[in-house]
């Protein structure tokens, strides 16, 4: 494989990174703080819609980009509600929230862009980064991307500062180990779970216009795909720490890559291997073959006050 | 080919697979409730570490009632390979797979609610073809409405369990 070539496939590998990046680490923050997410699908989805759409009606990108993670936040807002203050089981409520979201978008995209729309929304083109982008190889490939792109790469040092350097974070992570000692020492298990919900919203509505306003360019109805679900395994194979999980979105990426790259190199393998292995890596690291597990020890119990 | 119901000339699609599964039902019901093993699992369910000490194998037992659990869950997709499409595609299982565990969730253990919630899920689902074939209405309105139930439910479990945690 030539230069020109490999540095097509990293720079491709950088940006089918991007969305699972980023809603990985929304989702690291909340399930530090206990919470498990299961409706990532159903946030990323309606970032993208709502991207999509009002950068159609406003004519900017950068406005689809704020409804989205809008957006984002009123799923994640529900989800939170639903799990942290009613306390409803966690892995039906995300669930729940997927079909919704899913409804919601596909019906609303039939009436706002038609069926089987070929409109074209403005979008988030690449725009070079002047010094870096002349490194040889890896500027080329990694800093000649989208805003979206950037954003989630500086959104690893971010989710990392935010869980182990800020008062913030220190909450989140005794929410999600031991939930009762937290709460004896004056932190509001409560207010921190809602709280991480609301910043995984606001991550996966980085995400999810993506999907609409960086890639294609246009919406379609259910065009995540899964993605929400390999966030999840990503953090699961990731072991809920920072660099781990950033490692598992790049190995994750790369495997999409690869089921465009092989067509195009004539290479035949069947592609669904390629898809499946996401899944496969996360069954291994479940069944501890990588290594011990080590997930907050409360991910997905309620926590109940006692008054 | 699976046996119609109603032979091959009617236009009704139902076939033996609906008795099948109803006795699947009560089978697994008398299972759960009065054998041995069902109470087994019952205990390794409410607490896996006191059955445990009680001498019971809870890796063992979990092994196998999943297994069942998939036992079953294939027979739905046979039937739903033989006994409607008559060949095989990509995704045929178009998500019932979900469905069925949203159903097993909201049913929280009881074999009848989970043969009520079934049906008003198949029910949802046909409703949702014929609604979008007849009048236009997109299929999509389903899965919203199926999607606010199954949050409402997992919502109310709230106002029912207050204090009995």
């Not at chain 2, 095989?88 to 949203?102: A, N, P, R, W």
Request: proline share 4%; aromatic share 10%; hydrophobic share 55%.
């Amino acid at each position: 494989m030539d230069m020109v070539v490999f540095t097509l496939l990293l720079s491709s590998i950088f940006r089918l990174t991007t969305p699972l990046l980023l809603a990985a680490m929304g989702e690291l923050i909340s399930e530090k703080a206990g919470v498990l997410n299961l409706s990532l699908e159903g946030m990323l989805l309606a970032s993208a819609f709502a991207g999509a759409w009002t950068a159609l009606v406003y004519d900017s990108a950068i406005v689809g980009l704020l409804f989205g993670i809008g957006a984002a936040l009123l799923v994640a807002a529900l989800q939170a509600i639903m799990t942290v203050i009613l306390r409803a089981d966690q892995v039906v409520v995300g669930l729940g929230i997927n079909l919704l979201v899913l409804g919601l978008t596909t019906l609303l995209s039939r009436i706002v862009f038609g069926n089987r729309s070929q409109t074209v929304v403005p979008g988030l083109e690449p725009f070079p980064i002047p010094v870096l982008v002349d490194i040889p190889i890896l500027g080329a490939a990694l800093f000649n991307q989208n805003i979206l792109v950037y954003l989630s790469l500086l959104s690893v040092p971010l989710t990392w500062i935010l869980l182990h350097r800020t008062r913030f974070g220190l909450s989140v992570t005794a929410a999600g180990e031991d939930p009762t000692a937290a709460d004896r020492s004056g932190v509001s298990v409560r207010k921190t779970r809602f709280l991480a919900v609301l910043c995984t919203g606001v991550f996966c509505g980085v995400s999810g216009v993506f999907y609409s306003l960086g890639d294609i360019k246009t919406f379609v109805e259910g065009m995540t795909n899964g993605a929400g679900f390999i966030a999840l395994v990503a953090v699961i194979f990731g072991n809920w720490k920072v660099f781990p999980v950033f490692l598992a979105c790049l190995f994750f990426g790369t495997t999409i890559s690869l089921r465009f790259l092989f067509p195009a190199m004539q290479i035949d393998i069947p592609l669904y291997i390629l898809g499946a292995l996401p899944y496969v890596a996360a069954l291994l690291a479940v069944m501890g073959v990588i290594g011990k597990q080590k997930p907050p020890a409360h991910l997905s119990i309620p926590y109940i006050l006692n008054r | 080919m699976v046996p119609l119901l109603f032979g091959m000339e009617s236009p009704s699609p139902l076939h033996i697979g609906i008795f099948v599964v109803l006795i699947f039902a009560f089978v697994v019901w008398f299972f759960l409730k009065k054998s041995y093993l069902g109470l087994e699992l019952k205990a390794i369910g409410l607490n896996e570490r006191a059955a445990h000490r009680f001498g019971l194998r809870p890796k063992t037992h979990i092994v196998f009632a999943m297994g069942i659990a998939g036992a079953l869950a294939g027979i739905g997709g046979a039937f739903m390979v033989m006994g409607e499409q008559y060949n095989l595609k990509e995704e045929f299982t178009s998500g019932y797979g979900f469905d069925g565990l949203v159903v097993g969730l909201l049913a929280r253990g009881s074999p009848l609610a989970v043969i009520l919630f079934s049906t008003f899920f198949g029910f949802l689902r046909s409703g949702g073809i014929s609604m979008e074939l007849l009048a236009g209405v997109p299929s999509s309105v389903i899965l919203i409405v199926q999607g606010l139930i199954i949050v409402t439910v997992a919502g109310a479990a709230y106002f029912k369990q207050e204090g009995s945690h």
